[in-house]
């Protein structure tokens, strides 16, 4: 059994549950998904030298920067989310070991996160003109985009952290699980703390796939 469950699980219980119908469920990711985005794209305008300023002071740069946010950002984040949020919906309710839902999330999330980037990136060089209209340097750009994304260095590396309110509780509740009766007050620690690790370990591989990616495009 679980030990008692904080009050953020308790809630992600209740909006998340394998019992939801799909389009609620659906619903609640969206909702969730503009919830983690919003504060980490607010953060990374303001951090950017001059990037606040141009945007408000510019109608084609914010048009063009809010298109690459609603065709780019949001469907990154929300089907990583999404992926993260099933499972997490399937090991509360037992449907699944918690091995094999780390085994599955850490792939899932990189490969989404990955295979998403390589598909909306030239779909917007054909669709919007984006990189002078050549999907193969669309293609070729992937690969050191998302190697800087950890680093917060670009607008991919905003979706990349926003996916965390998926991520932690997942990995909060595999820890969790893993615990069984320990003490609540060490549980409760050491699922944030392993759940930030875990995270980072799926950064520290998104990266080196990228990487590979840009050695060999």
Not at 24 to 38: E, I, K
Not at 46 to 59: E, F, M, Q, T, Y
Not at 147 to 153: H, K, R
Request: glycine share 10%; net charge positive; with cysteine.
């Amino acid at each position: 059994m679980f030990v008692r469950d904080s009050s953020l699980l308790a809630w992600l219980d209740r909006h998340f549950s394998v019992h939801l119908p799909f389009t609620r469920f659906a619903r609640n990711v969206a909702l969730l998904s503009l919830a983690g985005l919003a504060p980490v794209l607010a953060l990374y305008i303001a951090l950017a030298p001059g990037l606040g300023p141009h945007l408000w002071g510019s109608g084609p740069a914010m048009g063009r920067f809010a298109r690459q946010i609603v065709t780019n950002g949001l469907p990154v984040v929300f089907v990583v989310n999404a992926l993260g949020l099933i499972l997490y919906a399937q090991l509360r309710d037992r449907r699944i070991a918690p091995l094999r839902a780390l085994a599955l999330d850490i792939p899932a999330r990189v490969g989404a996160f990955v295979g998403l980037h390589l598909a909306i990136y030239p779909a917007s060089a054909m669709l919007f003109g984006s990189f002078g209209g050549d999907p193969g340097q669309a293609l070729r750009v992937v690969g050191p985009t998302l190697a800087q994304s950890a680093g917060f260095m670009n607008l991919s590396g905003v979706y990349l952290y926003a996916t965390l309110v998926s991520a932690l509780p997942l990995h909060m509740a595999l820890v969790g699980q893993a615990l069984g009766q320990c003490r609540p007050e060490l549980q409760r620690h050491t699922q944030v703390l392993a759940a930030i690790g875990v995270f980072a370990v799926q950064v520290l591989i998104l990266t080196g796939v990228a990487r590979l990616m840009d050695s060999l495009l």
